[in-house]
């Protein structure tokens, strides 16, 4: 059995992750949420200065705005769209002969206006662009979404239902550069205070395809994405468990965020990788959460 096979079912035999038959679709729970809720108001409390502007949607985002994002052209093979039945009686009859058959009911299903949110953020760009102009002193926002990824995997750290905590910045190229390397410190000084040993190292996307691979080599050699890395299935591959994301104006011009002058906004996002980080805890300080060190469980509950 390798290691990653024992940590899930050793995660699903104290309950804390609930097998559903999917590989990366799990239940969690009560001590496991409580966890996350703990970390989260961790992140308030060092994040809540700043003066972000909460919103939070659902895991579903508009189908046109995901279209316009260009996530289909860097990551086809991540996303997940919505479809329903939308026939008539008579294919409903049909509809039913097919599952009676056992043969591939899903084939009539229509795409609905609804995708999966690939990114807590992608939801944000469009509705802050509505607005009109961002004001003198930019724009700062706090989301969290569950998030669907199509990458099943038996590494209890890679799902495909899973919830990223974002604060996103807009502004100069100054501002929100500045923004993300206050949030690399602040992430490492948060980890080290509920005990988690990291490195934080330069990475790229998983864009699609062999014109992909010049896509995340541009993304290095800018220093476009940085990645908080805590070893949780694996010492060899740490596990990213907060991305650094400073994605120039290219978000800026394509959703027609502008600054007070007219200039087009630069944009950077942090994400928290919530599930990760729950796993890297019960990881390094075992599965009973009252056994963990008393300075690890104040940090976390004061
Ligand atoms: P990885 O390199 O491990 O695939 P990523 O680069 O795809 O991660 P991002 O796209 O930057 O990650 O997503 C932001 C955060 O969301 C990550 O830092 C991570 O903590 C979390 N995350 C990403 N993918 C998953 C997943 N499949 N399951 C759980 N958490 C995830
Ligand atoms: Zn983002
Ligand atoms: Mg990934």
């Known amino acids: 059995m390798d290691m990653q096979t024992s940590f899930l079912d050793r995660l699903f035999e104290a309950g804390l992750l609930i097998d559903t038959g999917i590989d990366g679709l799990y239940g969690r729970s009560g001590q496991f949420e409580e966890v996350i809720a703990a970390f989260e108001r961790l992140i308030d409390k060092v994040g809540g200065g700043d003066g972000a502007e909460a919103m939070r949607f659902p895991p579903g985002m508009n189908r046109a705005f995901f279209e316009k994002s260009g996530y289909m052209k860097s990551f086809p093979q991540l996303a997940g769209t919505v479809h329903s039945f939308c026939g008539s009686e008579l294919d409903h009859v049909s509809l039913l002969q097919c599952m009676e058959v056992g043969e591939d009911w899903t084939k009539g299903q229509e795409a609905t206006d609804i995708v999966l949110t690939p990114a807590a953020c992608y939801p944000l760009y469009p509705t802050v662009a509505k607005r009109g102009n961002l004001p003198k002193t930019g724009g700062l ?93 694996s010492a060899a591959n740490p596990t990213a468990c907060m991305s650094f994301n400073y994605h120039q104006d290219a978000f800026g011009s394509k959703w027609g965020l502008n600054l007070e002058d007219g200039s087009v906004a630069h944009t950077a996002c942090v994400g928290f990788g919530l599930e990760r980080i729950a796993l890297a805890l019960f990881h390094h300080h075992g599965l009973e959460v009252k056994e963990w060190p008393a300075n690890v469980r104040k940090a976390l509950w004061g």
């Open 141 to 233: 926002f706090d989301l969290q979404s569950y998030c669907f990824r199509h990458e099943p995997s038996k590494d209890p750290a890679r799902q495909q239902l899973f919830r990223m905590r974002e604060y996103v910045c807009m502004g100069t190229e100054e501002h929100v550069t500045d923004f993300r390397q206050r949030w690399m410190d602040r992430g490492v000084e948060m980890m080290k205070a509920v005990g988690l040993d990291v490195t934080i190292d330069i990475a790229n996307d998983p864009f699609f395809g062999r014109a992909g691979k010049m896509l995340a080599n541009n993304q290095r050699d800018q220093n476009l994405k940085f990645e908080l890395l805590i070893p949780i299935t």
